[in-house]
């Protein structure tokens, strides 16, 4: 297959088998937390003898660090193609990014969700209209239009996923956020599992709003985007009160003006500069390997989705019938396996890791299940995930697809 994009930390690690032999590991789980760049951990290492807090200051250290974070700033807007005055946000993940917006949206909101949604981007708003999944992608185009044609008046906003956390398959956000400004709604796209895989125009796309974790994205865990729209942002409460978010605090405790920059506004406390230089490293690496990084993943997704079909009793999960675009993540399940006894089973006999269970994204799961017929497949509503990135080799796709095989037979 194609070489290699970049290196991932740790690729290869042995792993200990139930039988006391080691393997190295065969990490099928990307969706969930993508090991780091190599890269990244060059820009750790190099950000840290200067590691200071940031805005407050005034040593040489602290302004290192406010210069590497504010860096890091445009790197991410870069990144997102946002336009020059978007606000970005930095959170701790997309769950936070997507409670952020939830907060700031303007009292009386509608918001507008497919039941397929994660849960993070699912759950955390005051009045939702919730759609059933859509059975192709111009459905879930018609279904939004006649959602936000009979929603009520006031300020409404459209949430969706740009790439599935469960089938890969990418929805069709331009479209989506052409209705929603037709309707003069707004658009929030959860871009999760999206920009580990391929480049996102938010500009060109018109998107209102981006969140994406950058724990999936090649970087440590506990740096986030909200990325979009600064006016709600700028009216909305600081979403934490307390230093940096304030611009004047009085001393009888009765006045304080917040910050009025949606970024200074929502970022209150000292925050997770390491995380963030780390988040924006990820982007420049990932920035210049759009091209190399879809062939091979098109290969890998070829390879694994053509040796399942191969495989009898094993049923992927797929929306939209999976042949449309996507991103390196298939879930499946074994007939007559549960879910965890397949994960465990990949793992201890065969030093393979992948995710078992509902995703987070449980009514969209029932859903594939109930379609595909599997539900009474033993599984008790779960699937098994695989999912891949920079440091997938071939070696592990056939190690997997090899246990798979042996697993089937030997229900
Ligand atoms: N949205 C999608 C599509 C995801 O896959 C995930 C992570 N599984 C999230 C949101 C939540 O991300 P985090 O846990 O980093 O907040």
């Known amino acids: 297959g194609p070489a290699p994009v970049a290196r991932v930390v740790g690729a290869g690690a042995p792993v200990p088998l139930d039988d006391g032999r080691h393997v190295p590991y065969a990490n099928l789980d990307y969706a969930a937390s993508a090991p780091c760049l190599e890269a990244v951990q060059e820009a750790i290492t190099r950000a840290l003898p200067y590691y200071s807090s940031v805005h407050r200051g005034a040593g040489y250290a602290s302004q290192v660090t406010t210069d590497a974070y504010e860096k890091a700033r445009e790197t991410v807007r870069g990144f997102l193609g946002a336009w020059q005055r978007a606000a970005v946000v930095f959170t701790r993940n997309t769950t936070d990014a997507m409670n952020l917006l939830a907060h700031a949206v303007p009292a009386g909101t509608t918001v507008v969700v497919f039941e397929t949604e994660h849960h993070a981007s699912l759950l955390p708003w005051r009045r939702a209209v919730r759609l059933p999944a859509p059975a192709t992608p111009a459905e879930a185009i018609s ?10 008046g006031g300020p409404r906003l459209l949430v969706v996923t740009a790439a599935s956390n469960v089938t890969g ?6 479209e989506l956020a052409d209705v929603a400004h037709r309707h003069g709604a707004r658009i929030a796209v959860d871009a999760a599992q999206l920009v580990p895989h391929r480049p996102l125009d938010m500009a060109g ?3 209102d709003y981006v969140a994406f974790s950058g724990h999936k994205l090649y970087a440590p865990f506990g740096a986030g985007v909200l990325a979009g729209r600064a006016d709600w942002l700028r009216a909305a409460p600081p979403y934490l009160k307390g230093g940096g978010a304030s611009a004047s605090v009085s001393g009888h405790g009765d006045t304080t003006r917040w910050a009025p920059g949606a970024e200074q506004r929502h970022e209150a406390g000292t ?6 230089i780390a988040l924006a490293a990820a982007c420049e690496t990932l920035a210049t390997r759009w091209d ?14 053509s040796g399942l079909a191969a495989i009898p009793g094993v049923r992927e999960l797929t929306l939209w019938g999976g ?4 991103v390196g993540i298939v879930s499946f399940v074994v007939d007559g396996w549960s879910a965890r006894d397949v994960a465990l089973t990949l793992s201890g006999e065969h030093g393979i890791g992948v995710r078992d269970g509902k995703f987070c994204a449980h009514p969209f799961v029932r859903h594939l299940l109930d379609v595909s017929g599997a539900g009474c497949s033993g599984g008790e509503g779960t699937a098994v ?27």
């Open 169 to 174: 398959e990418l929805w069709p956000i331009r």
């Open 143 to 152: 279904a939004a239009d006649r959602a936000l044609a009979g929603s009520p």
């Open 385 to 411: 995930r695989a999912s891949f990135g920079i440091g997938t080799a071939d070696e592990h796709i056939d190690r997997l697809l090899a246990a798979l095989a042996r697993l089937a037979v030997a229900r």
């Open 292 to 305: 190399a990084l879809a062939e091979r993943e098109e290969h890998l997704l070829a390879r694994l989705r």
């Open 323 to 326: 042949r449309g675009p996507r």
């Open 205 to 207: 796309l018109c998107l």
């Open 271 to 276: 925050p997770n500069v390491l995380g963030v």
